[in-house]
């Protein structure tokens, strides 16, 4: 059933949430957004490793090993990015990207 | 023939110098001016019996008077052929110059005793004038032309420290600070000049340059500059040198203010000895003059005469008696001038030379006289102008008999000195050039005129009513006098061409009688009129000065030279080339300066924002950046 | 280990002794020894340097040490004098002597103020002995950058500003040094041979012209600024006016000769054929420099102003003279240098003295100085007259040796502009009389000034050994002249080759 589906509606579907993603990332000012849309970016990343993989390597399996990697790297990364945001939010009480410049200059 | 002592002639005056200098505040006044009197009188007394030698023992050789280098040692070294030593030149001129020097020095000296008695900086005084002396001595004895110009800045600057003497005065200040500038300006002539002879002859030595073979290598140059001969270059620009230092038309300016200083000095300095200097100078390098360029020396004789006639105008009109004597001294010196200036090299027509010396040598006696004796009239009235005196005769027995002699001399009534002096001015003048000799003849009489006219005002007329009653100056001034009376009324009668010549070959001269009758005649109109007019009391000098008008009035005013040198100063160079230099420092080239910095500054503010440290930020440019490079890439490769 | 180190370790042991000590008078009393010390090394050398050449030794370059320090890059730490850096050991021996008598009484932060200062001077010292281009710069470098913590702490003023003004000018300047000495080094090898920065190597090599004439001018320019070239003279002015005594001493008196110095041991010994070619622009920017500096100093009313431009014109004359390319000319320079650093140090010191007194530097805030302080009157007129080239004194031998040696060309451009810088003693003197006139003669302008009190004994140290040395050098010029003559020859016999 899946071979029903050509690889280029993958490929079109993982293009559309990578730049979804980058819009998100560069429009949002809230860091928790930055952070949904850097998500977004992975997984468009992701579904192109998986679709790669599958369409022209059947037999090979690194594409999944790859996105499970970065399914990895993005939970831990989430991890962190929330960590600092919380205490951003205990500090200067705003996730307001453009507000956090006490460092600036 | 050993003079090697003459070293000391003017070593004592220095050494004099540096002792009161650094000790004078530590010991009573009066010991520095003792010291000072004490040092002096050995160096004069070393100069006339050095004088003795030369002229009447072994200075000649087959009745030639020879150079004589006694001592010379090198001070710097430039290359290997110009170098400057410090030597000693003896020759007729200079054997002179030093009995002038010390004798006039020394009666100065004593003569200060009294008249600086209870002055702040008395031993600051002495110690000056000992510096004189021994840069005086210095430039006279130069055996180098660059030796000449060391002292020649030293003697300036002695006269500087001298006119400055009152120095919390602000007119003395002024006075000091013009005659230093005046001269150094001058002198800058002066060391062009001698660059230019010395690259020339490859020397500063004036044995070397005035010998026959530096002349003749001097009349081989042939470059020239603007259409004139290097030398001739070089020896009119030293003639700047000298007129500058000799109070010459039109860098006289300094001389009447130079009266601030005390009058001690003003007769030293600003009479006797240092404003000889110019002339001095010209008769050292008389031979380059008169041989190689007879052009500059023509010059020389018409700055002379037209100084010596524009001075005696102006003397004729001053009322302040020093400036009327300043005036008078700058006049006197254009007859020097003149009279080397109309002089032949060779000793048949080198009348005017001698008679250049002679009068310098005369001119020394009766005008050092004449300060000192309004230095003795100024301390008895505590006044320099001329219109506040009348009737001092009678108060001031010794000072009037002596200016009387003084005034006598200078304006060429036999058998005084200056009538000897004077009638070989005139016959060399009227000899070669019958303006020069007319002129001349003229100033002669105006001379007999100003200064009888200064005689009758102060001496006779009304008696005035003094705050203090006027009396006699003590024995250490009145000592003085008398014996500069004696050499004023004697000097005369030295047979000079025997002994000073321009080639050193003597010559016996007489006195051209078809030429000092007229002379001494105007003299006599010169002084009758003023006796008539200011003998005694009546309107008629003002009347006369009225009816002058404009005339008098320029006269008066010094025919506002002084204030074009004014306008020239402050307005020309301070305001429109110093101001604007400071200004264009400040605003343009610091202002580039600024402008690199506020520039950096301004670059730096506008590309920081670029570190915004928002990664939004950084990721929109690198997305931006790699789509850039894509379509490049993409437009490139699919080619 | 030639004794020549010592120049350098003895101003550093002296800031490790100050850092040690605890009490202000004992860190000047520290500090005053250690540059005794020195200034007594500095006459020994004189000597030992005078015996070494009478016993016939005509090397270059004497008591020579060579250690090598970086080896890749050829670096070495090599030391070495001539006559000419013989003179300029004890010109900086005297001025920083007298500099530190001069700042007797800094209060604030007194030891970090003479640490400075000596830090400073050493740097001098290195620069003076080095004959290794990177030694050399680096020695350079030293000298340079305590001026910017001197002047920013220690200075009245807008002190911020002239010493950024002045920092970033010098390091603009060493930028354009550092490129010309690497230029220098990458075409030092002869034949595919080690790269040197030695100099007496390099001097050996003729560096291709297309190099020298990419290399002079920034070379030149490089040190140029430092001695205070038109038109990159600006920071002078506001830096020595605000910089405090001891450092417009040091400053002017010695820094700027850094500047003339490395001109000709660098730039014009090892590119002669660059100079050659090249002498006549830089001729034209120097008599600018001394005609100008003249002229702008006329109309200022700051002292340190009058005295920054005054310097400007000398140092203009140093530059102008060196360029000349004439034995005599160069010589004049060398003395000029000398002559200028201990009269220039005499004044600054005196205008620090005058102005810790009267509390301003305003000409015409003062008057009749005379009377209240005669010993630093007489003090600045003697400094005056040196100024305006008085014989007897230091500044008469040294114009009088440039004049005359430029005046030696026989072409008409060199001869002219001799005589446009010969005009400026009268300005000169115009800015010196007019200063002494307004300042120390004529009445009181302030009456507070009539009770000021005269000179100390540490300041009369500091002047008095500036005035002998003035008039040692005015009166018997001919062994100074003499030594540093002969140790031009070697230089302009390079020069010569190519003019």
């Not at chain 2, 009758?517 to 003023?530: D, Q």
């Not at chain 2, 006369?544 to 005013?557: F, P």
């Not at chain 3, 009269?343 to 007194?357: E, N, P, Q, V, W």
């Not at chain 3, 026989?410 to 001869?415: C, M, N």
Request: with cysteine; glycine share 8%.
């Amino acid at each position: 059933m899946i071979e029903a589906i050509p690889l280029t509606h993958w490929l079109t579907l993982s293009t559309l949430l990578f730049f979804i993603g980058v819009y998100g990332f560069l429009t949002r000012s809230n860091l928790i957004t930055i952070l949904i849309s850097i998500e977004l970016i992975l997984n468009a990343v992701n579904i192109n490793l998986l679709a790669f993989n599958k369409y022209l390597y059947p037999e090979a399996l690194e594409g999944h090993f790859f996105s499970l990697f970065v399914i990895a790297v993005a939970a831990s990364e989430a991890a962190v990015a929330v960590a600092i945001f919380i205490n951003l939010y205990r500090n200067i009480n705003t996730v307001e990207v453009e507000e956090v410049n006490k460092m600036k200059y | 023939m050993d003079y090697s002592y003459t070293i000391w002639i003017p070593l004592l005056p220095l050494i004099t110098f540096v002792l009161i200098g650094l000790l004078g505040g530590k010991v009573k006044p009066i010991v520095s001016g003792i010291t000072g009197v004490l040092s002096l009188t050995v160096s004069a007394c070393l100069s006339i019996f050095t004088a003795y030698r030369y002229f009447l023992v072994d200075g000649a050789v087959d009745g030639v008077f020879q150079k004589i280098i006694a001592s010379n040692h090198t001070w710097l070294r430039f290359t290997d052929t110009l170098y400057i030593d410090m030597g000693v030149l003896l020759d007729p001129i200079s054997v002179m110059m030093l009995v002038v020097i010390t004798f006039i020095s020394l009666m100065v000296h004593v003569y200060s005793l009294g008249y600086m008695k209870g002055e702040t900086g008395f031993s600051r005084f002495y110690s000056v004038l000992s510096l004189f002396s021994f840069s005086m001595l210095g430039l006279v004895l130069a055996s180098n032309i660059f030796q000449m110009y060391m002292f020649w800045e030293l003697v300036g600057v002695s006269s500087y420290l001298l006119i400055g003497y009152y120095y919390t005065k602000p007119s003395a200040v002024a006075a000091s600070k013009k005659a230093f500038i005046v001269t150094r300006f001058a002198d800058l002539g002066f060391l062009v000049g001698i660059l230019i002879l010395s690259f020339q002859t490859g020397t500063f030595d004036f044995s070397i340059i005035t010998s026959a073979e530096g002349l003749a290598t001097l009349g081989n140059v042939t470059s020239s500059f603007i259409g004139l001969s290097a030398i001739t270059w070089a020896t009119l620009l030293i003639f700047i040198g000298g007129a500058g230092k000799s109070a010459m038309f039109p860098l006289h300016v300094w001389l009447p203010d130079a009266m601030e200083g005390p009058t001690p000095v003003s007769a030293l300095i600003h009479a006797a000895t240092m404003v000889v200097a110019g002339v001095y100078l010209v008769a050292r390098l008389f031979p380059v003059f008169s041989l190689v360029v007879p052009g500059s020396l023509t010059v020389v004789a018409w700055v002379g005469g037209f100084s010596s006639l524009f001075a005696a105008i102006i003397a004729c009109t001053q009322i302040d008696i020093k400036r009327v004597l300043a005036y008078s001294t700058m006049s006197q010196i254009g007859y020097m001038m003149l009279a080397l200036g109309v002089s032949g090299y060779l000793i048949e027509d080198s009348l005017g030379f001698t008679a250049s010396m002679f009068h310098l040598f005369t001119h020394a006696f009766f005008k050092a006289l004449l300060f000192l004796g309004a230095g003795a009239i100024i301390h008895a009235v505590h006044s320099n102008v001329m219109t506040e005196m009348g009737g001092l005769r009678k108060s001031l027995p010794i000072t009037h008999i002596t200016f009387l002699v003084a005034c006598l001399a200078i304006a060429g009534i036999p058998p005084f000195s200056g009538f000897f002096s004077k009638d070989e001015i005139l016959v060399a003048a009227f000899e070669a050039n019958k303006i020069l000799f007319a002129i001349e003849w003229l100033v002669a009489g105006l001379t007999a005129f100003y200064m009888f006219r200064l005689y009758f005002s102060v001496f006779w007329g009304k008696n005035r009513n003094y705050e203090h009653e006027p009396h006699e100056a003590p024995l250490s001034m009145t000592l003085p006098l008398i014996i500069l009376a004696a050499g004023a009324f004697g000097a005369g009668f030295i047979p000079f061409s025997h002994f000073v010549t321009s080639t050193g070959e003597t010559f016996t001269s007489h006195i051209h009688w078809n030429i000092a009758i007229p002379s001494i005649a105007v003299a006599l109109i010169g002084i009758f009129v003023a006796a008539w007019l200011y003998k005694s009391e009546n309107d008629r000098a003002s009347s006369l000065a009225a009816s002058l008008g404009i005339l008098y009035k320029s006269a008066y005013n010094k025919f506002y030279i002084d204030e074009i040198y004014l306008f020239m100063t402050r307005q020309v160079i301070f305001k429109y080339i110093s101001e604007p230099i400071a200004w264009f420092d400040r605003h343009i080239v610091d202002g580039t300066v600024n402008l690199v910095g506020s520039f950096v500054n301004f670059v730096s503010e506008r590309i920081k924002g670029f570190q915004s440290g928002q990664v939004q930020q950084y990721a929109f440019y690198f997305m931006a950046g790699v789509i850039t490079l894509t379509i490049v890439f993409v437009y490139f490769y699919s080619n | 280990m030639s004794f020549l180190s010592l120049f350098v370790l003895i101003p550093i042991l002296t800031c490790a002794a100050i850092m040690l000590v605890r009490s202000k008078s004992n860190v000047r009393w520290v500090a005053a020894s250690g540059m005794v010390i020195q200034l007594i090394l500095a006459a020994v050398l004189v000597v030992l340097y005078l015996l070494e050449r009478k016993a016939g030794n005509d090397a270059p370059m004497l008591f020579m040490y060579d250690v090598t320090w970086f080896k890749s890059l050829g670096i070495h730490y090599a030391i070495g004098v001539d006559g000419i850096s013989v003179a300029m050991i004890a010109l900086t021996a005297i001025v920083i002597f007298a500099g530190i008598f001069a700042s007797w009484q800094v209060d604030y932060l007194t030891k970090e103020f003479f640490i400075s200062l000596i830090i400073l001077s050493s740097g001098v010292f290195g620069f003076f002995i080095s004959i290794d281009l990177f030694t050399m710069f680096l020695f350079y470098e030293v000298a340079v950058i305590p001026m910017y913590l001197l002047i920013g702490i220690w200075g009245t003023g807008p002190k911020e500003y002239s010493a950024m003004k002045l920092t970033l000018m010098l390091m603009a300047g060493s930028a354009f040094i550092l490129v010309g000495i690497l230029g220098l080094y990458f075409n030092s090898s002869i034949d595919g041979g080690p790269l040197t920065f030695n100099i007496l190597e390099i001097a050996k090599v003729n560096i291709p012209i297309e190099a020298q004439r990419f290399f002079f001018p920034l070379t030149f320019v490089g040190f140029g600024v430092l001695g205070a070239l038109f038109p990159f003279h600006t920071w002078s002015p506001d830096g020595h006016a605000s910089a405090p005594t001891a450092v417009s001493m040091l400053h002017a008196g010695v820094l700027m000769k850094l500047g003339g110095y490395g001109c000709f041991r660098v730039a014009m010994f090892l590119m002669p054929e660059a100079t050659n070619e090249m002498a006549w622009f830089f001729i034209i920017l120097t008599s600018i420099s001394v005609i100008y500096g003249a002229f702008g100093a006329i109309m200022q009313k700051d002292l340190k102003y009058i005295n920054a431009y005054s310097s400007v014109s000398h140092c203009g004359l140093v530059l102008f003279a060196l360029l000349m390319i004439n034995q005599t000319a160069m010589n004049g320079a060398i003395l000029q240098m000398i002559s200028h650093g201990l009269m220039t140090a005499l004044f600054f010191a005196l205008i620090g003295m005058i102005y810790s007194r009267t509390h301003t530097r305003m000409v015409n805030e003062m008057g009749g100085l005379m009377k209240a302080i005669p010993f630093l009157s007489v003090s600045y007129v003697i400094a005056g007259l040196a100024s305006l080239g008085l014989p007897g004194l230091s500044g008469f031998v040294a114009e009088m040796t440039i004049f005359v040696g430029a005046f030696q060309h026989s072409d008409t451009f060199h001869r002219v502009v001799t005589i446009v810088a010969c005009a400026s003693i009268v300005v000169t003197a115009v800015y010196i009389l007019r200063v002494v006139g307004a300042m120390l003669m004529g009445p009181f302008k302030n009456e507070e000034h009539e009770n000021i009190k005269d000179s100390s004994w540490f300041e009369r140290i500091s002047v008095v050994s500036l005035i002998i040395a003035i008039v040692a050098m005015g009166v018997a010029p001919l062994w100074l002249s003499d030594m540093t003559w002969e140790s031009l020859t070697p230089i302009i016999d390079k020069l010569d080759v190519f003019s």
